[in-house]
């Protein structure tokens, strides 16, 4: 049975010990405080870089993985005999897809497979949880990629944000989504569709964004074979409140948390949940 290393980045935002368990390999990209750089969940968490965000009143900003990083970290596990499947943050979003590519071309070999997940955060979490299953079910890295593209169009969000500040500064939402829901008040509910954010709704207050993240939830097919996460960052209101809707009809879920990248792009107190579809 061949060994099969499962490479992601630090955007997938999945419980640590769930990283350990499925003894996932998690590649930082950077987060830069003007000439401070960190690899992120490494060398700061979120909590710290908030709180200097909040000090300093600065947005930091973050940088892709470079090749050169990829090229050291395939070689270390071709070397061990692994063969590698690399699943990566969208290449709408980032270069750090381009930058996976251009590695694996460098080292002329067929052992590893690279794939742009078109998600971020969670989303990316559930197809790397996929292909950690289905390397534990003996499948060939061929066979790992061909099921994840299969997937990968059918993991769905639903997305609260408080402000949107943050994702219209870092480029990830068009400056005009962002000026209308700081003009009327509204909360923007969001999705990763196409690989790239994408307003699903407008609502006004907290109760309401629950309700519409719930209905969203309830009116599609999903495939409960798969894994739900319920992701936040210090978000309170609509946070507990998808808990106890979790637990007052008894379905199992991830309690995820933002992680730096992610956090930089969507401020603080996010809230929403990533599952499949079937």
């Known amino acids: 049975m061949q060994k099969i290393k499962i490479i992601t980045d630090s955007t997938l935002d999945i419980p640590v010990e769930l990283i350990k368990k499925n003894d996932i390999e998690v590649m930082p990209l950077l987060i830069n405080f003007g000439e401070d750089s960190y690899l992120d969940g490494v060398e700061i968490t979120p909590a710290e870089m908030i709180e200097r965000i909040n000090r300093e009143n600065v947005l930091p900003t973050t940088a892709q993985i470079t090749p050169t990083r990829f090229e ?7 070397d061990q005999g692994y063969k590698i499947v690399t699943l990566l943050l969208s ?9 996976a590519c251009i590695a694996k071309d460098m080292l002329e070999t067929e052992d590893i497979v690279v794939i742009d997940s078109r998600n971020v955060t969670s989303g990316l979490g559930l197809l790397v949880l996929k292909a950690c299953r289905l390397r534990d079910n003996g499948a060939s890295i061929e066979e790992i990629e061909e099921e994840i593209l299969k997937t990968r169009d059918k993991v769905k969000s639903t997305l609260n ?12 939402l068009p400056r005009v989504a962002g000026a209308i829901g700081t003009a ?4 923007l509910i969001l999705e990763v569709k196409d690989g790239k954010m994408a307003v699903k709704d407008k609502v006004r207050g907290s109760k309401k964004a629950l309700k519409k993240l719930i209905s969203d939830f309830e009116s599609v097919d999903i495939d409960f074979n798969e894994p739900i996460v319920l992701l936040d960052l210090l978000n309170e209101d609509v946070y507990f409140e998808l808990k106890k809707y979790f637990e007052e009809k008894d379905i199992e879920y991830i309690d995820a948390k933002v992680g730096c990248t992610v956090g930089i792009h969507s401020g603080v107190k996010p809230c929403g949940l990533f599952f499949i579809v079937k």
């Not at 290449?91 to 930058?99: C, F, H, L």
């Not at 944000?161 to 990830?172: A, H, I, Q």
Request: charged share 30%.
């Open 72 to 78: 050291e970290v395939f070689k270390k596990y071709l």
């Open 91 to 99: 290449s709408e979003m980032s270069g750090t897809y381009q930058s």
């Open 161 to 172: 944000f408080e402000s949107l500040d943050n994702l219209v500064r870092g480029g990830r």
């Open 184 to 187: 009327l008040g509204l909360r």
